[in-house]
């Protein structure tokens, strides 16, 4: 069974600072990794996507791969109360459409 | 671009009767795939349709069905509704190439009484 597995949470964190979210996976073959994001009530939003090892940044979020651990982190540089939210970790294998995903960590912002 | 539409918004339904959950994917987008969200589960695969036909399944039982149609539309079947069907379906879209960024919809959330 693949599974994903994240922090568990809920991460509290002051504005301004960084939020670090975890994620490891167990299918040593997978091949795409993505972090949602999904406030209360709302679907989940792609931010990151990455396909090999090293860091990948976008704006305030950097997305970070290690594979020989299978090991995934989403860092959120400045968080803003805007950024309070559940965080997914997706997993896709080779040649599989089916994502699989961890249990989301919840991030609260504080003002 | 619109994103992914998905019809109804919101379900009552009593066990035992059947209920169809519609998605259309973002133009261009040939894959489809459809997720269970429910608070004890978290987000779990069903299926996932390219081209009209099932590429992917997940760990569902028979009463789960679907099917894609030539435009890339979806729906989603789910057959003698039982109480632990009540949850947040949804849907996601896309190229179902390499790089496979999937992309969803806003949902049907569904209770079942």
Known sequence: ?111 | KAGVTQTPRYLIKTRGQQVTLSCSPISGHRSVSWYQQTPGQGLQFLFEYFSETQRNKGNFPGRFSGRQFSNSRSEMNVSTLELGDSALYLCASSFGGNENIQYFGAGTRLSVL
């Open chain 1, 1 to 111: 069974q693949k599974e994903v597995e994240q922090n568990s949470g809920p991460l509290s964190v002051p504005e301004g600072a960084i939020a670090s979210l975890n994620c490891t996976y167990s299918d040593r073959v997978s091949q795409s990794f993505f972090w949602y994001r999904q406030y209360s009530g709302k679907s989940p939003e792609l931010i990151m996507s990455i396909y090999s090892n090293g860091d990948k940044e976008d704006g305030r979020f950097t997305a970070q791969l290690n594979k020989a651990s299978q090991y995934v982190s989403l860092l959120i540089r400045d968080s803003q109360p805007s950024d309070s939210a559940t965080y997914l970790c997706a997993v896709i294998g080779g040649g599989s459409e089916k994502l699989v995903f961890g249990k989301g960590t919840k991030l609260t912002v504080n003002p």
